[in-house]
Nanobody, 124 residues
């Protein structure tokens, strides 16, 4: 069992930055690939970024490539999402998730555990 708690969301102006954190419980964090997803009002949840269990593989959605950076610190049981050059269309609830696979993965079906989410709002 893995429990995930996101933090770091908030209100920011267009062009600003935020850093999301996701703290995981348990001693098995390093055995999970981790991902970030988001869901905007009235829209389906979409993939944002993923990182393999050892950080060796990283995948981004095209919409955030070059602006967002995913990283992890296995010693701290934490995964991060650095978000720069934010746009109003980045407004959403952001969720972190844990997958028992080795590699980064885009499919939400591969994730077994999900956090409660943190709201990110980008004003124009």
């Amino acid at each position: 069992q893995v429990q995930l708690v996101e933090s770091g969301g908030g209100l920011v102006q267009t062009g600003g930055s935020l850093r999301l954190s996701c703290a995981a419980s348990g001693r098995t964090f390093s055995t999970y690939a981790m991902g970030w997803f988001r869901q905007a009002p009235g829209k389906e949840r979409e993939f944002v970024a993923s990182i393999g269990r050892n950080g060796g593989t990283i995948v981004y959605a095209d919409s955030v490539k070059g602006r967002f950076t995913i990283s992890r610190d296995n010693a701290k049981n934490t995964v991060y999402l650095q978000m720069n050059s934010l746009k109003p269309e980045d407004t959403a609830v952001y969720y972190c998730a844990a997958s028992p696979g080795v590699l980064a993965t885009k499919s939400s079906r591969n994730y077994d555990y999900w956090g409660q989410g943190t709201q990110v709002t980008v004003s124009s």
